[in-house]
């Protein structure tokens, strides 16, 4: 069913919501930029496989990741509302670096550090009225999964060892590569790669699965005690949750933010293809980066504004979710204490609107907030034309359709207003 309660498992991710249904329109193809490609493409299929890259449970959520989920929180609503049945995984990365880097630091269990933070998640997705994924599979729960995955590229004879590390080796994908080599592997070292390490057969080979080292937990394997790399985590759970065993591409679109695109999506598209011999994803759709005082918000950085802190300071939820509609998911954008404000003032604009008995007409309105996601998630637009409706209702309201546009920005836009 397209929309209503989506079954979900909800011991483990966070509360579903009731998705209003937007019957008597028509509903444009969702078109979306696809990050490969750079072209504009088509979602097609009534049957929409969607794996979205989760977080590292060791500080959650800042709103770079909020703009990230809350983009693909707008796919998973259109295809659901125009019709298609949509399975969504979503994964933890609880086994990883920095969470390790960061419980030594605080002297604390990881995996008590890791499990506050993925209650923090769910509460701010829950606050921010993202849909749950259908599943919410954490890398914990998952070895057996991960391990049988890896058996795969194994038998392949995709792996070589250097002292109990396990690497896949990249070469023979290396024509696909989106990069000079020279760029990708700067940009690998950078995020979490060993290209000088000897005895590698290219400097790009990724880690499968890590020995155990000093201190760091371990699960026993195929491959010896130790812990599974980052790429191989993914690809075997969206392959566990989502293929049939027959489509190829295997998934619809694997998702997350435009610091995944190399080497984390490449690296996940050459290791089921070398795994299974069918590519992964049908499109790779990404969200850009938010930034704070002309700077990317990241953890180096130390310039991270949390939701859950923006939540303490009692801010609406809604007005976050506003200002970060209020630019395009793809284009890298700043976060302010202005635009704060003045989502605050706009959706109090909308607000009065919709407490009145009669509005301006909302059918052409309707009509145009479902053509604005459709084309690459135009939320710019989206919230200028509901602006603009709420200001003319101000004048000359004469129908009574305030039912109308509350389902509709609540359904299309996650907007309770
Ligand atoms: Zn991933």
Redesign the pocket.
């Known amino acids: 069913m397209a929309t209503g309660l989506s079954e979900v498992d909800n011991m483990k991710t966070w509360p579903d919501l009731y998705l209003p249904t937007l019957d008597s329109n028509d509903f444009p193809t969702l078109k979306l930029k696809d990050s490969n490609s750079g072209d504009l493409k088509a979602i097609m299929g009534d049957s929409f496989k969607m794996?979205?890259?989760?977080i590292t449970p060791y500080d959650a959520t800042h709103l770079g990741h909020a703009a990230t989920y809350l983009s693909f929180d707008l796919i998973n609503r259109y295809k659901r509302l125009s019709g298609s049945k949509v399975s969504f995984v979503e994964?933890i990365?609880d086994i990883d670096d920095p969470l390790f880097e960061r419980a030594n630091r605080d002297k604390i269990d990881w995996q008590f550090l890791a499990n506050a933070q993925i209650d923090l998640y769910k509460s701010d997705m829950t606050a921010l009225r993202i849909l749950p994924p259908t599943n919410f599979a954490k890398v914990t729960d998952s070895i057996d999964i991960i391990e049988k995955f890896i058996q795969k590229l194994s038998h392949n004879g995709q792996l070589y060892e250097i002292s109990g590390d396990h690497y896949f080796s990249v070469e023979p994908f290396l024509e696909k590569l989106p990069l000079q080599v020279d760029a990708a592997i700067s940009i690998f070292a950078e995020r979490g790669g060993d290209p000088t390490r000897a005895g590698k057969k290219h400097p790009l080979d990724p880690v499968i699965w890590l020995a155990n080292r000093n201190n760091e937990p371990g699960w026993q394997s195929n491959l010896g005690f130790g812990r599974p790399g980052?790429?191989v985590?993914?690809?075997a759970?969206?392959c566990e949750f989502l293929d049939d065993k027959n489509s190829d591409p295997i998934i619809d679109l694997?998702g997350?933010g435009s610091d995944?695109i190399f080497p984390?999506?490449f690296m996940?598209a050459q290791i089921v293809k070398a795994a299974y011999g069918r590519d992964f994803a049908k499109y790779f759709v990404h969200a850009a980066m938010i930034g704070l005082d002309g700077e990317k918000m990241s953890k180096s950085k130390g310039n991270l504004v949390f939701v859950s802190k923006l939540l303490e300071a009692k801010v609406d939820p809604m007005a976050i979710r506003w200002a970060l509609l209020k630019g395009h998911y793809q284009e890298d954008r700043a976060w302010s204490n202005e635009l704060l404000k003045t989502a605050d003032l706009e959706i109090n604009q909308i607000r009065r609107s919709l407490s009145q008995s009669e509005v301006s007409d909302s059918t052409e309105l309707v009509s145009g907030l479902i053509f604005d996601i459709s084309n690459n998630l135009d939320t710019p637009s989206a919230l200028k034309r509901l602006l603009d409706w709420s200001r003319k209702s101000d004048n000359n309201g004469d129908v009574n359709q305030t039912g109308l546009v509350s389902r509709a920005i609540d359904s299309l836009l996650g907007l309770a207003l």
Not at 51 to 54: K, R, S
């Open positions: 794996y979205v890259c989760g994964n990365t980052w790429h985590e993914c690809t759970i969206a694997q997350g995944l984390h999506h996940s």
